[in-house]
């Protein structure tokens, strides 16, 4: 068994040769998306439900993808088509989803802490797709599968996460899972942003942009949400992009063979440069291509797929 | 005559005690003489009386009914999650004979008819004394004065907002004024929503990691500074409730130091968790103020240790399952108190050495009275028989049915706690018996 438990609710609850599992996993599905036909029939008769409380473009299109290629059955739950609003408790919406008899639930929604509640009341797997600014594991996994794609192992390895850190569920998943594989993990962006006290989860916490790339194997760039606070957390986009962009300056100073990682969707010209957003260090396609890889792989493992079932070949 | 706990005589003993008396518990058993609600006599050795009926009390602590300054009894408005009457009947449970309720009902108790109403209710329940403490402001809105004289004279013990802090400084001075001529005490709900910015637990390393909105410790210190300046210009007497930062309990020190007529309380949950009991988001732990670092719940202890903070309060907070099942950010702020609050201190602060029992019965006791000014909280000849026989060794794990509450929102849910009321007793009348700790059996539990 590559995973101990029935969910995936975050990076923290992952140990690391769980997580190095699920990456080797993905990478042959990763290499079956050369060929012609890429749909695995392993989830036939399964049932699937995706239930996003909150908006989600690319994650939901991510899932939904992972999840036609390996030929489950789909059901898309969301707040803006449902009834489900404010109002109503987590347990309410459990308890309906129980009697559905569903296999496998895929559930983003705006308080931290929700997967995991669902996932102590229902008996099917629980994956976590994003729970307020807590985890986002799908694109921990994603993230870290881009960087060992180019970097093989990672101990020893400098990243350095830039952005509006204390309300982001990625940068939380990445120190997680980095941390777990020997990574060394720093956190750069406005003091408004990244709290002091998360040094205590084995990181470096540095203000300074140019002092926090210096040595950088890899950077991954957050999206700054403008919706959320700019004015009060920050003075706005144009002092952000001085302070913290990622400009054409910032990439001269790199090592030469440091590349950038953005969840996406990009303000370009605020956390990234356009240039630097087109440019050679970006491997944004990669991220999108193997979270598609990753999601699968959970999907499958999390059903009871056989890791040897899927034949040993290419290791992407 | 033979004792009997199915009809409680008009005067009997209370034998085989040790009595809490100053703050102390004395070696030596007593007894207290009761008669037509009052206490007629108390002493050490036996009572040398004849012919009365007696109440063994097998070795029990006896202390004076508990009392408790700070309860949310939810009526009128959500008696879905607890009534006076329910509340009184936790209150007898947790050995309390008086608890102060406090204004923000629906509506708030902003005029005399209202305190008067919340009077009545609580002597029909008859299980405590129920004193009501009135809004500051009109509505809990912070925009216009409630009236002071008229709702003292209906019975109200006390004016505070809690719930919400009191914004405009202006309103808070005037309010003070008013307080030290009529000789109650303005209680503080020491918070400053501008700087917690919608936060829903301590700011600090648990909620970065949570990724939960934290709030910083510098607004209730801030605030706390606030209402001190202000009873230190006005002359009036501040009451600053459940205090929970180390910051907030040093001001509090100095203020008290300069002769500032401020006093303060703790809950049990603040000198006994801290912020890493969030850690699975549970809602059980959420409240307002919140669960704080480790050392604010050392200075919160060694505050009531030290005499800076006066009592200790529940801030007895029910809400209904469905609300406490709302996701952590969701779910509202607050936790009951009375029927563990007892527990929690033997647990806490006795057991862990940070003070006697005598001690934690004084700051249950003596000292609220004092802080309002009420004629209980004492064993003493001519007192109202207010009181309760304590076991501060029984353990015993709380559990969901463990609670007379309306509501089962307890922070300490699975935990085993030492310390519960035996029988609680209103003016002479029993309230409340535990019959696991006061068995009808008459054969005697523990040594001499």
Redesign the interface.
Known sequence: MILKNKDVLGLESLEADEILGVLEIASRFRAVFDRPVRNVPIMRGRTVVNFFHEPSTRTRISFELAEKRLSADIVNFSAANSSFK?GE???DTAENLAAMKIDMLVVR??????A??LAQVLDCSVINAG?????HPTQGLLDIMTMRQRLGDLRGRKVTIIGDI??S?VA?SNIWGLTKLGAEVTLCGPPTMV?G??E??GVVVEYDLHRAVADADVLNVLRIQLERGAGKTFPGNREYHRMYGITEDIVRGLKPEAFILHPGPMNRDVEIAGEVADGPRQVILDQVANGVAVRMALIYLLSGGDPGALGGSDKG | MQWSWKRIPAEYLVANVKLYQGGKIARRKGFMHVKKGRIEQVGAGEAGREGLPVLDGRGLVCAPGLIDMHVHFREPGQEEKETIATGSLAAACGGFTSVVTMPNTEPAIDHSGMVRYVVDRGKEAGLCRVFPTGAISKGRRGEQLCEYGEMVSAGAVGFTDDGSPVTDGNLMANALKFARVLDVPIISHAEDLSIIGGGVMHAGYWSARLGLPGMARASEDSATFRDIELARATGGHLHIAHVSTRGAVDIIRRAKQDGVRVTAEATPHHFSLDHARCRDYSPLFKMNPPLREPEDVEAVAAGLADGVIDCIATDHAPHTATQKEYQFDQAPFGVIGLETAFAVGVTYLVKSGVMDLGRLLELMTERPAGVLGLPYGRLEEGAVADFTLLDPDFTWTVRADSFRSRSRNSSYLGETLTGKAGATFLRGRLTWRDEEVLADDPAPRRGA
Do not use: F
Request: no cysteine; proline share 8%; charged share 30%.
């Open positions: 404010k408790t987590l347990r929604h705006s308080s931290p802490g929700s995991r509640y729970d307020g600014a807590h985890e204390a309300h569920r939380r709290p006290a998360l205590r989860m």
